[in-house]
């Protein structure tokens, strides 16, 4: 009975894998298992599924490579020490053919709660020998409910170097230098201003297993270029100290490493792999962040560009962030200003934010305080804003497959019109409101009034589909 089991989890993730293509293949989410279709069709489906099977052209299983499965299958987490016993099933028997089909009608599917696409319920009592096979669907990418992405953690190749005794350090001065550009790996920069005019370097050498890492210094039109060479995980490597008058351009390649500044006004800019960036104030100049698996955290930053990847990103307080990329972790205590130009992904929890506009795609966001205005096109994402402040202007949100939880307070009031296509539209029972439409069906669900017994002096609208709505 095992085999015939692992036959239908093989054609299950055959559908899955088909859906899979609508998502990105490099995801960093863990998806709830669910999805919203049409009952009734699904039965049919399901009917039209058990007739078919006698008339299945089956492959031959006894010339699959089964250690190629194995290996694929590993890491959707399933056991598939029955799957090799597949090399002796005969599918011309049938006899184990008809006691395949009519096992599949003891599959049960529980859809009273898919509309709401909280749990996906799978009654296999009809299945027996069921019980011992396990499937991790937290890969499979394809289910809507994302749940928080992880944060990125792993070992900086950098960092072993921070705390021991350089072999080696030499020390250079440099005059008239306007710009120092880095280009650097395995290894740390710190970076200081001070009320001098030159620039000071100190290199720091640390020798492993007799091999030398080189730094190549060059200084010409008042640039200072610092390329380091002959480093890797088990060679040489090198950290630098750096000095540097105030308003000094800085522009960083860095990988496998640290940069640690304390407050700074020159233009900055930085491109990071593996690497992480700590910060205290950028004063005057705009600093561009890019990079990829890493982190970032700044105390204090007027306006700021981040393009990155695969980055957990936290800033005290900043004024205007210009965004791009994709499965990022923000953490912002106080924004001024949120804006992105292409569609951006990740979580995002917020302290207090005055206006974000934005399209966004699996994104998770939590904002505790919204003072002024929410704009975005939203797929595959769950917004809660906590609180939203008696000067708000509008909340617009075009979705699918994107739930928004808004709490309300009693004080502000505002005009509303909500259109849900396969969701729900629900408001506390403290709030007063006034409808002024009500229509649709049972897929559809049109919503205008007002919320709170004031003058509206702010608008809400959400047109939304497979999602809910929710008023607190």
């Known amino acids: 009975m095992r085999k015939y089991i692992v036959l239908i989890v093989l054609c299950t993730l055959s559908l899955l894998k088909t859906e899979a293509q609508v998502q990105p293949k490099d995801s960093i989410w863990n ?16 009917e039209a599924f058990k007739g078919d099977l006698q008339s299945l052209d089956f492959p031959d299983f ?7 499965y194995d290996s694929i299958f590993k890491y959707y987490k399933m056991d598939t020490a029955g799957l090799s016993k597949l090399k002796n099933f005969a599918f011309a028997d049938s006899e184990k053919l008809k006691e395949l089909r009519e096992m599949s009608e003891n599959f049960k599917v529980d859809t009273a709660l898919f509309g709401k696409f909280k749990n996906f319920k799978i009654d296999t009592t009809g299945f027996r020998r069921f019980r011992g096979l396990k499937v991790d669907t937290s890969n499979f990418r394809v289910f809507r409910g994302m749940q928080k992405p992880r944060v990125f953690n792993y070992k900086n190749k950098g960092n072993d170097i921070s705390q021991k005794t350089p072999d080696r350090i030499e020390k250079k001065t440099f005059s008239n230098i306007t710009k120092v550009n880095f280009e650097h790996q395995y290894g740390n920069i710190v970076v200081q201003e001070s009320p001098s005019k030159q620039v000071d370097l100190e290199i720091q050498y640390f020798d492993t297993n007799g091999k030398k890492a080189i730094a190549n210094i060059v200084s010409a039109n008042n640039t200072l270029t610092v390329k380091t060479i ?4 088990n060679s040489g490597r090198i950290n630098y100290v750096i000095s540097v008058p105030k308003n000094t351009a800085l522009d960083v390649n860095l990988k496998h490493g640290n940069i640690v500044m304390d407050n700074y006004q020159g233009a900055f800019s930085s491109n990071l792999a593996y690497s992480n960036l700590k910060a205290g104030s950028f004063m005057n100049a705009k600093p561009v962040i890019r990079g990829s698996y890493g982190n970032v955290k700044i105390d204090n930053v007027q306006d700021i560009t981040i393009n990155a990847s695969y980055t957990n990103v936290k800033i005290d307080n900043v004024n205007k962030m210009e965004l791009s990329g994709r499965y990022n972790n923000y953490k912002i205590d106080k924004v001024k200003d949120i804006v992105n130009k292409s ?9 207090s934010i005055d206006k974000i506009d934005g399209d966004m795609k699996y994104v998770n966001m939590v904002i505790d305080n919204l003072t002024s205005s929410f704009s975005s096109n939203c797929d ?79 608008v809400i609208s959400i047109s939304n589909s497979y999602a809910d709505v929710k008023i607190k």
Not at 230 to 233: A, C, D, F, L, M
Not at 381 to 393: C, M, W
Request: glycine fraction near 8%; proline fraction near 3%.
């Open 31 to 46: 998806y709830n298992f669910g999805y919203d279709f049409d009952k009734g069709a699904f039965l049919k489906d399901m």
């Open 380 to 458: 595959y994402s769950n917004i809660k804003i906590n609180n939203v402040s008696p000067r708000l202007v509008n909340i617009n949100i075009n979705g699918r497959y994107s739930d928004v939880v808004l709490t309300i307070p009693e004080n502000v009031s505002a005009s509303f019109n909500v259109d849900l296509k396969n969701g729900n539209f629900n408001v506390d029972k403290r709030h007063a409101i006034k409808y002024t439409e009500q229509s649709g069906n049972a897929r559809q669900v049109i919503k205008k009034g007002q919320i709170g017994l004031k003058k509206p002096t702010a």
């Open 343 to 351: 569609e951006i992904s990740g979580s995002f929890k917020i302290g």
């Open 230 to 233: 002959n480093t890797g995980s």
């Open 62 to 68: 006894s010339s699959f490579n089964y250690e190629f």
